[in-house]
């Protein structure tokens, strides 16, 4: 099937306000009446139902942290994107739109990426109304930093906890609404399934995560904003409850996944340390503005104390290959050349999987008071976990999963083709195409909660009649029938092999052969190995405790139960996509000096996927892509 | 190195709690607290009993999840860390290690290690924010707002929301929790207009969610992995006093 975006026509300048113009509204007294369902309060999701219940819809929303704050957006370090053009260094809101396109490596939908770039100086208004405390200059005015894949200045930042204070922003706002009476916050609380009635999306059921139960609620439209996969790969920047779960059984519902295989590979991560590790942690990107990335020219010195090693031995490779961006190299370029430098046996630490990152040059021009001002907590995490000074000795680095640009499927109104199943934030596909720059994230989490998702949610809500199916329909009970019976079934396996140990395998698979480097017998390998060790996920897994308590062993259960069906679909997507483009890198489809080589002629296209049982080869939908303010080119960064 | 664990077992609100005692094998110094906790928990699991409960999810510092007496110490003796940026090279082999749950009247037990912070989420519904509407805000340098202000609205504003605070308190109270919140709204000029209702709102729902009072311990300070100062407590106080003071339109 052809999938259509239902992307505005016309002039791109003008295409959201145009299409605003043309949406239809629902009175406020109308609102009132109906009632929408937001699973996930992350920026994307708390700012959707901030905005909604302001707007004076009956809005419940749901985490499964016991607190709307927690969200993993609390982790994003870096910064948020901006066409403020504040330091007039040349932005504007095109050439915001212009990088994404191009850093995608022209994969995404434009008028998508143009109303993201346009309501960017909007997020920025807002976040400062609501008292975030973004870093400011002498003068009072607020201040820029640049992040990878920009030559201009338009990241905003508040210390190395951007993410958090974003995230704080948006629960206040959701707190005044849960006062307020509009929202209704139900934390510890698990979607497990999507009810869908009569091919429309009319509630959820979770597991209450304190109790055990299984509860069902209905709302007149679902959103889900339920954030990112990576943690597929076992070892990830993500947090520990991270997972696909949400995402995942709505696609069993119906809804499609697009681009699964679009995954990032984040540059600059601590190094793994050892099999006993549980996670990865991020170095923000804003570091490589004052840090040099590095490794030795000759093999022989990787075991030498870095300062040992003169100047002349040093290979700064991305200022040798990419001379305009040098060390702010987008993330997919920049962890390639990384694996290729500890490929060729030049990584550094105890494991060769490392590059240094190096401030001695940018403490000498400004002082390490200034790099502790800037980076201070992000040194002081670095040493904790590896007991070692980055001041006094470059950082070791090494690239990771870190965010997913595909996700479920989803229209310019961010409607999946479910209707009334609206996704927002990570955990949809749309304006990131193949690979995501730095701090465009946030900056789409928050467009589609504040911006979004208000104006496009009342066109669906205008042609729905409110509370016309409520969890009186037999749907709601046979939903939690079917999640209480798969709950029995986990528990009473009783086998030998912990989740953890089943995750870990599959996560070393998925990294070794669905990681940064793609090849046809690599993704064929995995295609073998998933459903093997889903296989012996149901047979041999051992869940302890019972089903109506709090019991976190049966939730990473659940969670590692979908991971190893949905790593089975991005594999897939992986190894039908027969070209080389932003994240995805097929060793196949590359130039003669190692770089990414798309096939614009085949592949211009969202892959969406359609679940047809597990085991079973998904349905490919297309949604072709159409270039018609971007060119499309090579997108090169030399 | 290898250690002995005491740790409180409680299945769940009602039960009655107690210490039980493990042996943590070979733990790797390079090891976080929590993952040394998650072998514990392997072993148990593989001898089919139940595992550790405990709370956390970024694993980073940030998201405030982790919550762990450690040795009598809300996220252990480390200065400005959370248990799960808390790393084994601060122990030695065969150190003997309590480990409880946060304790206050505000934070029932749950399970475990598992408390129920709602609470928190309570103080800050009335009034932590400000009231500005979706859209129609002034451009973001429309105040200018002088860079010792900003970093001190900072300072506060770095709260993960943990409760360690509380937890180090002997009167259970939230004061450093709150105090933070109100002085980095306070100090701001988005959050002046507001500043004499949400001082006296939050101080309210405070009492009423069952903390204690501040009697000047500071214990708050020292536990707090973020070090937030106690300095934003006399703040709090100084607002306080200014909204009971009528105001210039004679409230
Ligand atoms: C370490 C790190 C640093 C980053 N730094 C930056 C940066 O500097 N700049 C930038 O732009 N981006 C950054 N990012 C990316 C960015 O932070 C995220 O992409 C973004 O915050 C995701 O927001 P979200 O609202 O979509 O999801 P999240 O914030 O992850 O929220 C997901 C929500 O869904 C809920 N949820 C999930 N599953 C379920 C379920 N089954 N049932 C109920 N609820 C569920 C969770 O409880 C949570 O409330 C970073 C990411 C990481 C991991
Ligand atoms: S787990 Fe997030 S702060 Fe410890």
């Known amino acids: 099937m052809i999938l259509d975006g239902k992307a505005p026509t016309g002039p791109i300048e003008t295409s959201w306000d145009r299409h605003r113009f043309d949406m239809k509204l629902v009175n406020p007294a109308n609102k009132r009446k109906y009632k929408i369902l937001v699973v996930g309060t992350g920026l994307a999701g708390g700012a959707a139902a901030a905005s909604l219940g302001e707007l004076g819809y009956n809005v419940e929303a749901f985490c499964y942290q016991d607190s709307p704050r927690r969200a993993h957006s609390i982790a994003a370090q870096g910064g948020i994107n901006a066409a403020k053009n504040y330091p007039s260094d040349g932005d504007s809101v095109y050439r915001l739109f212009y990088d994404t396109v191009k850093g995608g490596d022209f994969r995404a939908r434009e008028a998508d990426v143009w109303r993201l770039a346009q309501v ?89 995560l304190i109790t055990g139960e299984i509860e069902s609620y209905w709302g007149d439209a679902v959103i889900l904003a339920t954030g990112g996969f990576v943690n597929v790969f076992y070892l990830s920047t993500n947090a520990m409850g991270c997972s696909a779960t949400a995402i995942w059984r709505a696609s069993k519902k119906g809804a499609y996944m697009a681009n699964p295989c679009y995954t990032q590979i984040h540059p600059t991560c601590i190094p793994q340390h050892g099999d006993k590790q549980s996670k990865l942690t991020l170095m923000s990107e804003s570091l490589r503005n004052d840090g040099r990335v590095w490794v030795p020219k000759k093999a022989e010195d990787c075991d030498k104390h870095p300062n040992d090693i003169p100047a002349e031995d040093r290979d700064y490779y991305l200022e040798r290959k990419y001379p305009s961006f040098g060390n702010l190299a987008p993330r997919d370029i920049a962890s390639r050349a990384a694996k290729e430098q500890c490929d060729d046996g030049r990584g550094v630490g105890d494991t060769k999987r490392g590059v240094y990152l190096d401030f001695k040059t940018s403490i000498e021009r400004v002082g390490q008071p200034m790099i502790a001002q800037r980076y201070g907590n992000l040194f002081e995490m670095y040493e904790k976990i590896t007991d070692e000074n980055g001041y006094e000795r470059p950082m070791r680095i090494y690239p990771a999963p870190h965010y997913s640009m595909g996700g479920l499927w989803v229209d310019y109104h961010c409607m999946s083709n479910i209707p009334g199943l609206f996704v927002l934030g990570e955990a949809n596909f749309s304006v990131h195409g193949a690979n995501r720059l730095g701090a465009s994230a946030l900056m789409q989490g928050l467009a589609d909660g504040y911006f979004v998702i208000p104006y496009t949610i009342a066109q669906y809500m205008a042609s729905v009649k409110p509370g016309e199916i409520t969890d009186e329909h037999p749907e709601f009970k046979k939903s939690v029938e079917d999640v209480k019976g798969e709950i029995n079934k986990l528990l009473s396996i009783k086998g030998k092999k912990t989740v953890g140990e089943l995750h870990r395998e599959l996560g070393s698979v998925m990294w070794e052969d669905v990681g940064m480097a793609r090849s046809e017998a690599s993704l064929k390998h995995a295609l073998q190995r998933i459903p093997e060790i889903r296989e012996e996920f149901w047979k041999n897994v051992n869940v302890t405790g019972e089903s109506g308590e709090l019991n976190q062993q049966l939730e990473n259960a659940w969670r590692l139960a979908d991971f190893l069906e949905f790593a089975e679909i991005m594999t897939t997507d992986a190894l039908h996509r027969e070209e080389s483009c932003g994240g995805h890198f097929r060793t196949e489809h590359q130039t003669d000096d190692g770089e990414a080589m798309r096939d614009d002629e085949n592949f211009c296209y969202v892959g969406a996927w359609e679940f047809k049982g597990a085991g079973v080869k998904p349905e490919l939908h297309k949604e072709p892509l159409k270039f018609e303010n971007v060119k499309l080119a090579v997108r090169s960064y030399k | 190195m290898n250690l002995t664990l005491h740790v409180w077992r409680q299945k769940g609100p009602q039960a009655k709690g107690k210490l039980e005692t493990y042996q943590a094998k070979n733990v790797s110094p390079d090891q976080s607290f929590l993952e040394m906790l998650d072998e514990v928990n392997d072993d148990l699991i593989k001898s089919g009993k139940d595992p550790i409960a405990f709370d956390h999810d970024c694993r980073e510092g940030i998201c405030g999840m982790c919550s762990q007496v450690i040795n009598g110490r809300p996220h252990g003796h480390e200065e400005r860390t959370t248990v799960c940026q808390l790393h084994m090279r601060q122990f030695n082999d065969g150190d003997e290690i309590f480990v409880e749950p946060w304790r206050a009247k505000a934070f029932p037990i749950q399970k475990d290690l598992i408390v129920d912070r709602s609470s928190l989420d309570a103080i800050m519904q009335s009034g932590g924010y400000t009231s500005c509407h979706t859209g129609g805000v002034p451009d973001g340098n429309t105040f200018p707002i002088p860079k010792p202000v900003a970093d001190y609205a900072m300072d506060a504003a770095e709260c993960i929301g943990c409760g360690a605070c509380i937890a180090a308190c002997p009167n259970s109270s939230a004061m450093l929790y709150t105090s933070a919140k109100v002085a980095q709204l306070a100090a701001l000029p988005q959050g002046k207009p507001e500043a004499r209702k949400r001082v006296k709102a939050m101080t309210e729902a405070l009492l009423a969610e069952g903390f204690g009072n501040c009697t000047n311990h500071y214990e708050c300070e020292a536990a707090c992995p973020k070090g937030i100062s106690v300095k934003f407590i006399a703040k709090l106080n100084r607002e306080y006093l200014k909204s009971m003071m009528p105001s210039s339109l004679g409230e």
């Open chain 1, 120 to 208: 960017s100086n909007n997020i920025i208004d807002q976040c400062v109304a609501q008292g975030v405390p973004f870093a400011r200059d002498y003068a009072g005015y607020l201040d820029n930093r640049s992040f990878g894949g920009a030559q201009v200045s338009r990241t905003f930042y508040a210390r190395g906890q951007t993410g958090q204070q974003l995230l704080l922003g948006a629960y206040s706002a959701l707190s005044r609404q849960i006062k307020n009476k509009t929202v209704k916050m139900f934390a510890r609380r698990e979607m497990l399934d999507l009810v869908v009635v009569d091919g429309v999306a009319k509630g959820i059921a979770c597991r209450n």
